[in-house]
C-alpha cells in the first residue's frame, strides 16, 4: 500500500495538474476565439474601403489583421450603414465596433458598459469646402452635405443639411453646387477629390475642427480591448509604419 508521503505527492500532483488544465482552458478562451467585427459600409480611404468583391480593405485591415495574427483570434468582418451598424452593437449582433468614440451616440450608449480601446488612430474632421469657397463662414453657409449617420457640428442652426450615402457623393455635391460645403474628414476628402476633379478642398479655418480618435469597442469583451492595447505597444513599430500609409 502507498504510505502516507506517497500519497501526499499523489495529491500534490493530481492539484497541480487541474491547476494547469484550468489555466490552459482560461488561456484558450482568451487567445483562440472568433470574433465580429462590425465595420462602416463606407468607402473612407485610406483609413478603410470595400473592394470590388466586398472585402474590407485600408489601414483599418491591416490593423485589425496584424492584431488576429498577434493575438491569435479570428476575426470576421460584417460591413453594416452606420445606424445599421450601431444597432447591431447594441444588441448583439456584432463582437466589437470599428471605428467607435465615446461622443458618438453617447446617448444610447448610457445604457450600455460600452469598453474602449486606445487610440487606433487619430483624424480631423470639420467643414470641408472647395478652396476657391475658403472664405466662406457660418453667416454665408447655407446648405451643408453630410453622410448619412455623421452628426453635424451643433453650433450650425441655420444652415440646411443635405444627407449622402458617401463622402464621394458630398464632393460631387460641391462640384456642382448644390451644397456649399461638405462634413467629413480633410484626408479622405483629399484623396477622393484627387481622383476624380483638379478642383482642392480646404479644411474651412473660420469653422472649429474636430481632432479625436478612431477606437476598436466592445460591449462583451473588455479583456480582449486590453489584448488590443498590448498589441499597440508591444507592436508600436508595426502601427507607425501602418499610419504612414494613410
Known amino acids: 500500500m ?28 482568451l487567445i483562440a476565439k472568433e470574433f465580429i467585427v462590425g465595420v462602416e459600409d463606407l468607402q473612407y480611404e485610406p483609413y478603410f474601403y470595400h473592394t ?37 452593437f447594441f444588441y448583439d449582433e456584432i463582437d466589437f465596433k470599428y471605428p467607435d468614440n465615446p461622443k458618438w451616440n453617447s446617448d444610447a450608449k448610457t445604457l450600455y458598459d460600452v ?39 451643433s453650433y450650425l442652426k441655420n444652415t440646411k443639411l443635405i444627407e449622402t450615402n458617401s463622402l464621394a457623393s458630398s464632393i460631387d455635391s460641391i462640384l456642382i453646387g448644390k451644397t456649399q460645403a461638405l462634413y467629413g474628414n480633410i484626408i479622405v476628402a483629399n484623396y477622393k477629390i484627387s481622383k476624380i476633379s483638379k478642383s482642392k478642398v480646404v479644411l474651412n479655418k473660420n469653422f472649429t475642427t474636430f481632432t479625436d480618435h478612431y477606437h476598436l469597442s466592445t460591449i462583451n469583451y473588455p479583456e480582449v480591448i486590453e489584448e488590443f492595447n498590448n498589441f499597440l505597444i508591444e507592436q508600436n513599430e508595426l502601427v507607425i509604419s501602418l499610419r504612414k500609409k494613410i
Open 2 to 29: 502507498p504510505n502516507k508521503k506517497m500519497l501526499q505527492l499523489f495529491k500534490l500532483i493530481n492539484t497541480l495538474t487541474l491547476k494547469f488544465l484550468i489555466l490552459l482552458i482560461a488561456s484558450n478562451d
Open 115 to 153: 469598453s474602449y480601446s486606445n487610440s487606433a488612430v487619430r483624424f480631423i474632421d470639420g467643414i470641408i469646402t472647395l478652396e476657391k469657397n475658403k472664405d466662406l463662414n457660418i453667416d454665408s453657409l447655407k446648405t451643408l452635405s453630410i453622410i448619412k449617420g455623421f452628426s453635424a457640428p
Open 52 to 88: 470590388p468583391r466586398g472585402n474590407y480593405a485600408g489601414y483599418s485591415r491591416d490593423l485589425l489583421d496584424a492584431f488576429a495574427k498577434y493575438s491569435n483570434h479570428k476575426i470576421t468582418y460584417k460591413k453594416l450603414s452606420i445606424p445599421d451598424l450601431f444597432e447591431a
